[in-house]
């Protein structure tokens, strides 16, 4: 195997793409500083080759010779074989869990591929190079420490490569077909010693014995030779007799086990039976439906209960609020004429307190003195003087001026009384409209809702018939169930029937394959 061009790009040390170009070359040397990379490109060639390399640790692994920071890496080697040419290519990548696979493998040669996977490209390229990935990192790409494992290995395994290495495997094939060839060389003398061992006995009275003896056996196999056809045909006949006694005592055993089934009548009792349930359930369960229908279409032609539970509700409403509205009038009135009563004590009150008022008034002026001295303040002028007061009269009001203010003050809070009632009346009449204003809103809506309905009564009937309809269509749908239940308890029945016929019928016919050699009658 001679390399011509290599091409990686993200390997280990080459992150970018690299080529190195072996073409012409038959003797070359890598060269530079230490982890510069020259090792990777012998790994990157084994790699390519085999999909391993020989540094790593774990040969299963793939991901470290992916670049630090790459999401891949990807090899490519031209190679050729004696006069053919081939190239292996090989890429990794990055898997999310941090390890590696190899994405893409192939082997070719001329245009066409010769393998299409990892493992498929390491079994051509092993067929092809005539060696193992452990003899070729042994031999061909020795890894740094390995030649002096190759020198310290046990005896056998150096032996087993240097005989792979040097196709020193003919010699064993040689070595092999020769032992074979001596072994029947050896067994051809020892037969042919053996025979001669026979022939020590062999003199002229021993030879003529033995004509004698060839003599009489060739008579006595004459003799054989005419009884054997009489022996022939007598053997025959005996073996057609003992084959004719065993036929006849099969057909007598298999004579003497045909039975006729016991339960055969009930069987068919049981079928006759069995159908003839399933034709009146049948007509049932069709019966029953027809009864199912015509009570749903009775029900149908009811009308949509809700509306008349609505109709009905609405007649119901009706009633209370014509009854409400009725009360609510009467209310009204009432409070409208304890509104017109409170306003005539108010304007009564209204006429009293004003009739004090002028009372007072006129007992003021008859007794104006009084009123006048009953704002003097002592150390002030008179109003009246202009003098300095330097004591109070003391004079006592007139008693008719008590009276006639106590009597406005009276005439006041019955006033504010009679104000207070007719407030009390006026709202009590208000509240008592808008109650009536709420029922003749919710009557118009009723009334709406009653257009074209049917009075209460027709509504009530209408009701408990659709009560009584429901009823019927219950106790149908539940008919036309137990109706079908019956029918299919009876196809059942019928159907297990008709399984133990069949049942019978293949008995029958397998008694009567048994006896095909007999020539049973027809089955009719």
Not at 72 to 101: H, N, W
Not at 134 to 155: M, W
Not at 384 to 404: D, E, N, S
Request: proline share 3%; aromatic share 2%.
């Amino acid at each position: 195997m001679r390399p011509v061009r290599l091409e990686l790009e993200g390997f280990t040390a080459f992150r970018t793409p690299t080529v190195v170009d072996f073409e012409g070359v038959d003797l070359f040397a890598l060269t530079g500083a230490t982890g510069s990379g020259k090792t990777s490109l012998l790994d990157a060639m084994v790699f390519a080759l085999y999909g391993n390399v020989p540094r790593l640790a774990d040969q299963r692994s793939v991901s470290p010779v992916i670049a630090q920071g790459m999401a891949e890496a990807r090899v490519r080697l031209d190679f050729t074989i004696g006069s053919d040419a081939y190239t292996a290519t090989r890429l990794v990548r990055r898997t999310k869990g941090g390890g590696g696979s190899t994405a893409e493998a192939r082997l070719e040669s001329g245009g066409q591929v010769l393998a299409g996977t990892a493992d498929e490209v390491t079994a051509a390229v092993t067929e092809r190079l005539g060696l193992s990935y452990e003899h070729f990192t042994k031999c061909v790409v020795l890894p740094q420490g390995e030649f002096a494992r190759f020198l310290h290995d046990k005896p056998a395994a150096r032996q087993d490569l240097l005989v792979s290495l040097l196709d020193l495997g003919v010699y064993a094939q040689m070595a092999d077909l020769a032992g074979k060839r001596h072994a029947q060389a050896k067994s051809e003398a020892a037969v042919l010693d053996g025979r001669l061992s026979d022939l020590v006995t062999a003199t002229p009275e021993a030879i003529t014995a033995a004509a004698v003896r060839v003599d009489l056996l060739t008579a006595l196999l004459d003799e054989l030779d005419t009884a054997t056809p009489e022996l022939a045909a007598l053997d025959a006949e005996a073996a057609a007799v003992t084959a004719d006694a065993l036929r006849v005592a099969d057909e007598t055993a298999v004579l003497a086990s045909v039975r006729v089934p016991a339960d055969l009548p009930a069987l068919h009792d049981r079928l006759t039976a069995a159908t003839e349930l399933v034709e009146g359930t049948t007509v049932a369960a069709g019966a029953a439906e027809v009864a199912v229908a015509s009570a749903e279409d009775a029900l149908g032609a009811l009308g949509d209960r809700a509306q008349l539970l609505r109709w009905l509700d609405a007649h119901d409403r009706g009633a209370g609020l014509r009854e409400r509205r009725r009360k609510g009038q009467a209310l009204v009135t009432e409070r409208t004429a304890d509104l017109a009563a409170a306003s005539e004590v108010l304007i009564a009150a209204d006429v009293a307190v004003e009739m004090t008022r002028v009372a007072e008034e006129a007992m003021a002026a008859a007794h104006r003195a009084h009123v006048v001295r009953a704002d003097l303040v002592a150390g002030e002028e008179c109003p009246v003087c202009l003098q300095t007061l330097r004591a109070l009269p003391k004079v006592k009001a007139p008693p008719a001026m008590g009276k006639t203010r106590t009597a406005r003050d009276n005439a006041i809070r019955e006033q504010q009384g009679a104000a207070d009632a007719q407030a009390a009346a006026a709202r009590a009449l208000a509240v008592a409209e808008a109650k009536l204003v709420d029922i003749a809103a919710d009557l118009v809506e009723v009334d709406a809702l009653l257009a074209g309905s049917p009075d209460r009564t027709e509504v009530q009937r209408v009701l408990e018939a659709h009560a009584k309809a429901t009823a019927d269509v219950d106790a149908a749908r539940t008919a036309l169930g137990q109706a079908r239940a019956a029918q299919t308890d009876a196809l059942a029945d019928r159907d297990a029937a008709v399984a133990d016929e069949h049942a019978a019928r293949v008995a029958y016919d397998d008694a009567r394959d048994a006896l095909a050699i007999l020539k049973p009658p027809s089955r009719r």
